[in-house]
């Protein structure tokens, strides 16, 4: 768990992150409870009902991605959101890179955001990604990849905002893995309010027979049962 500086931002310096690397490259994930304090998670999602501080309001159903909501954070992104950006992305590119290394992928990442995000614009991509989920009774997500132009970072994050079992039941968060030639794994999680989940966006390194193949990602949210689910998304990749 990282520590709470007086700032009330998470200390993410503060974190196992060999722990955490051990569990992304074993697991395909890592799970990081209590890393945002109950008051900035309950802080941050009031934020939705204010279309002021987003770009881009999506509703599932229009699209076939499910049933629920999700807003785009428009630019300057609230402080807690910057925060974990910015420095989740300095601690994860030396990750991304080790799986880039065992992928056989020619690129590799900068080693802070903003270097990463000249390589986005370089594309077009200009748009910030970073977003807030709602979702209701009956509320689900599809499987999917939140891939929104040629350049993407290999890894990204959410942050649970709501309390499981008190404010909502179901809602599980799906990781679905598939390797070659064999069946869909799929794993699910129920993070508590403030918890991080670190994921691959679209594939893996996992190690096979003979070196390491390629598993591809999806995830997705499965029926909310009741109450209200609203969520952190931490995409490092801009959006055309």
């Not at 503060?14 to 690397?21: F, H, T």
Request: proline share 6%.
């Amino acid at each position: 768990m990282g520590g709470k500086p007086s700032s009330g931002l998470p200390d993410l310096h503060a974190l196992d992150w060999v722990a955490v690397e051990h569990s992304i490259l074993t697991n395909g994930y890592a799970h990081v409870p209590q890393l945002v304090q109950a008051s900035a998670c309950r802080s941050l999602r009031t934020l939705y009902d204010h279309d002021r501080y987003f770009r881009s309001r999506v509703v599932m159903a229009r699209y076939n991605f499910g049933q629920g909501e999700y807003s785009y954070f428009a630019y300057p992104l609230p402080t807690l959101v910057a925060h974990l950006r910015t420095h989740l992305y300095t601690h994860l590119a030396p990750i991304a890179n080790r799986m880039m290394d065992r992928l056989n992928r020619v690129q590799r990442y900068p080693s802070t955001l903003a270097a990463f995000h000249k390589e986005c614009h370089r594309q077009g991509q200009t748009q910030p990604t970073p977003l807030l989920l709602r979702y209701h009774s009956g509320d689900f997500n599809c499987l999917h990849r939140d891939l929104y132009g040629p350049t993407h970072f290999l890894l990204q994050g959410m942050v649970m905002l709501s309390r499981k079992g008190q404010e909502f039941e179901g809602g599980e968060f799906v990781l679905v893995e598939n390797r070659p030639r064999q069946q869909a794994r799929a794993v699910a999680f129920n993070p508590d309010l403030g918890d991080l989940l670190i994921f691959p966006v679209h594939e893996r390194p996992v190690q096979g027979k003979h070196g390491y193949i390629r598993a591809s990602m999806r995830h997705g949210v499965s029926p909310l049962k009741t109450g209200r689910r609203y969520a952190l998304g931490v995409i490092f990749h801009e959006a055309t």
